[in-house]
């Protein structure tokens, strides 16, 4: 199993990575991780390994839910790893290839780590996992793959001519698309059937006596399978030498947290509210409210202007958020003081809010910054019961409820968008429900989230991209 040697990162750690050659550590793009890193690991790059990695596996477990055509969805996915796990070829010079190979690994062995600890973990890593192996298979270059493959030395047969003749026609019967040169060139594998359940099942191959004829054009389902179940046996390995990790006091926290990361389907996010961040005053929370709140946000308004209460998890929720969009403390208290109405004493709100309010703006008390809560949170933490308002309406509401609120965004019971909402909903993938409400409700093109392909993974999020959206359509009618 690996256990990684995690040490602090000291000061003068600087590490010199030669550009261009890859190394023999990584001769490959493609990498099976059939080998633990057997280096020294900082805590830091540790986490950071681990945890841009678990945003490219969510991202990429968000955009397989999102039912885009597979070209789309294979340059929306290139261009996010570009951007936050690149993995350049070897012949890309002025990439730098240990360092680029090196993130990927371990953040791969981190979150296997995280991830065998149960069924439902490991086969969701699995699919994730081999899904991104697939995408850089699929996109490698022809070459360096083809080195790849030789260097697993998978013990696949290789069919005979004698064989191939004998079976000609059959063979032929699987391959009636193609001209008969390309048949005759073609190279036959024979593996077990069960290996290639998904060829089988689509009668894509012809299967006699237990093994199935693959053409190398089908290569990729083989090499899939093998991946896959390397993957698999490798985390009920791992499984089964937790116990002893769990012991380290400081991985144990990184590696649970991941862990509740995924199975949520958010990596953590944060949102810092820019310089350019207009300023929000009481009098316009109304306004944005109806306009670009998400459904967690317009539900606690909207039982706020009803009851004139929040339980505490309420207030906290909105009152962080309201801070993100801009509302400065003065007009914060103006805000809730006013939301809380004449049934509540000036002397009551003094005593038992207004602390709480400059509290959460870092005036009072250990005077911290509280950020806004992120989805994560609000989807994993302080589960809501039946009285409370806070949580995401997407998984705390029942199916009836939620279509209510949906409806206040104008989505009809019955049409074909509440249906892709609810069907996400249904699969428990709460932000691409939530993404396809704002696509949806902006009338922007499916897969285009919150921006190049982003799912909605915080509150602030929504509102501050839905505000810009507005601002962008209102500059382009003037001009
Ligand atoms: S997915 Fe996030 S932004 Fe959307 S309703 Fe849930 S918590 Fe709010």
């Given amino acids: 199993m690996f256990k990684p040697t995690v040490r602090v990162k000291a000061e003068g750690d600087v590490k010199v990575h030669k550009r261009g050659a890859p190394s023999s550590r990584y001769p490959h793009r493609l990498n099976f991780y059939d080998n633990p890193p057997t280096l020294d690991i900082t805590l830091d790059e540790f986490e950071t390994a681990a945890l841009t990695r678990l945003r490219v596996l969510t991202y990429l477990e968000a955009l397989s839910q999102r039912s885009l055509p597979p070209a789309q969805l294979s340059s929306t996915l290139a261009a996010y790893l570009k951007q936050h796990l690149p993995l350049s070829s070897n012949t890309a010079r002025s ?14 062995w981190v979150l296997r780590l995280s991830f065998a600890r149960s069924p439902e973990l490991r086969a969701r890593f699995v699919r994730a996992e081999t899904a991104l192996f697939k995408h850089r298979f699929e996109t490698d270059d022809a070459a360096e793959r083809a080195h790849f493959l030789a260097s697993l030395q998978l013990a696949w047969d290789t069919v005979g001519d004698t064989e191939k003749s004998h079976f000609a026609r059959e063979l032929r019967a699987t391959m009636w698309w193609a001209k008969e040169d390309a048949f005759a060139a073609e190279t036959w594998f024979k593996v077990p059937w069960a290996s290639v359940p ?5 009668r894509r191959v012809f299967v006699r006596k237990g093994m199935a004829y693959v053409p190398q054009s089908m290569q990729i389902s083989l090499v899939l399978q093998a991946f896959s179940a390397r993957l698999e046996a490798a985390l009920e390995l791992t499984a089964k030498n937790l116990p002893r990790l769990d012991e380290d ?3 144990a926290p990184v590696i649970d947290h991941l862990a509740s990361s995924f199975l949520s389907g958010l990596a953590g996010a944060e949102f810092t509210p820019s310089d350019s961040t207009a300023l929000v005053t009481a009098e316009m929370v109304d306004d944005v409210a109806r306009k670009h709140f998400p459904p967690c946000m317009l539900n606690l308004y909207e039982r706020l202007k009803r009851d004139h209460h929040l339980k505490h998890f309420g207030r906290l929720q909105l009152g962080l958020f309201l801070k993100g969009i801009g509302l400065p403390l003065d007009e914060a208290l103006v805000f809730w003081r006013r939301m809380y109405g004449a049934a509540m004493s000036d002397d009551k709100f003094n005593k038992e809010y207004r602390y709480n309010i400059r509290h959460s703006y870092g005036q009072e008390g250990r005077r911290a910054n509280y950020p806004p809560r992120s989805c994560q949170q609000i989807l994993t933490s302080h589960q809501p019961g039946t009285q409370d308002a ?20 104008r989505i009809e019971r019955g049409s074909a968008e509440m249906k892709d909402i609810m069907d ?4 428990s993938a709460y932000h691409v429900a939530c ?11 499916r897969g285009e989230g919150v921006g190049g392909g982003e799912s909605v993974t915080h509150p602030n999020t929504f509102t501050k991209r839905s505000q810009e959206i507005e601002s962008e359509r209102l500059e382009a009618a003037k001009a």
């Fill in 95 to 108: 990439a730098d290839l240990e360092a680029e190979r090196r993130l990927d690994a371990i953040g791969h």
């Fill in 435 to 445: 993404t396809r409400l704002f696509e949806v409700t902006r009338g922007i093109k």
């Fill in 424 to 427: 996400s909903v249904k699969a």
């Fill in 198 to 202: 998904d060829l089988v099942a689509q």
């Fill in 390 to 409: 806070h949580g995401c309406p997407f998984r705390h509401f029942g199916p009836d409820n939620l279509q209510t609120l949906l409806a206040s965004y």
């Fill in 249 to 251: 006091e400081r991985l």
